[in-house]
């Protein structure tokens, strides 16, 4: 009883924080420029005092929009069944899916796999752009800016490539057995899109943007 007591005494006269992943009550650290606070119990980086990852970050996702491109318009597959050769690219994919009426799931292929991930990587490289700038920002970069960091929550939400890449090698097991299934230089491209995004989101840092973001416009 005295123990908790004392507990949280020390919590009242300190500054806490909740780890975002397992909620577990952290005392503030401070930490000296380019350090990171990671959360004891789960791994999950708390605090972030560090500027790397800005130029980190917008190296992961000019390569994520490099890769874009290819893995959503070079063909995914190439199937021989018969004789007859079909390539597939995600796009087409969706919209054959559209086409035979299975419209939910083809819409959601488009907005989980195309369209948000594009969106995602073009507002990554606005942000760190903009937070980059050491000139004040104009009147509609601000907005812009604090519309990116509103909505980046959301972006990510529906960003799931992962979902995909699986559902796509499972389909690729299943043809398998009654076809010769070759990949394609989307395949290796979209893996490639996946694996730069992936880090890119563990680089960006929220906190991190909206301090910057306070500073530079008050
Ligand atoms: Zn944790």
């Not at 009242?12 to 952290?26: G, I, M, P, T, Y």
């Not at 086409?99 to 969106?119: E, K, M, N």
């Not at 073009?122 to 009147?139: E, N």
Request: glycine share 4%; with cysteine; net charge neutral.
């Amino acid at each position: 009883m005295s123990d908790n007591i004392k507990q949280s005494n020390t919590l009242a006269n300190e500054q806490v924080l909740l780890c975002r992943s397992c909620d577990k009550v952290l005392t503030v650290p401070t930490l000296s420029s380019e350090q990171r606070a990671y959360c004891p119990r789960c791994k999950t980086r708390v605090l972030d005092n560090s500027d790397c990852p800005m130029h980190a970050l917008l190296a992961l996702s000019l390569a994520s929009l490099v890769m874009f491109f290819p893995a959503n318009f070079l063909p995914l597959l190439e199937v021989h069944f018969f004789g007859s050769i079909r390539e597939a690219t995600v796009t087409q994919g969706a919209l054959s899916v559209i086409d035979l009426g299975y419209w939910l799931v083809g819409v959601s292929v488009l907005i989980c796999a195309v369209v948000a991930p594009g969106l995602l990587i073009l507002s990554l490289i606005t942000q760190v752009l903009l937070i980059s700038t050491k000139r004040p920002l104009s009147p509609w970069r601000k907005s812009l800016l604090l519309n990116l960091l509103r909505t980046h929550g959301a972006l990510t939400q529906f960003t799931m490539l992962e979902i995909y890449l699986i559902s796509f090698f499972v389909s690729v097991f299943k043809l398998t057995d009654f076809s010769d299934v070759y990949y394609g230089v989307g395949t290796y491209s979209f893996v490639a899109l996946f694996v730069f995004l992936f880090y890119a989101q563990r680089e960006y840092n929220p906190e991190l943007f909206w301090r910057r973001y306070h500073e530079q416009c008050g």
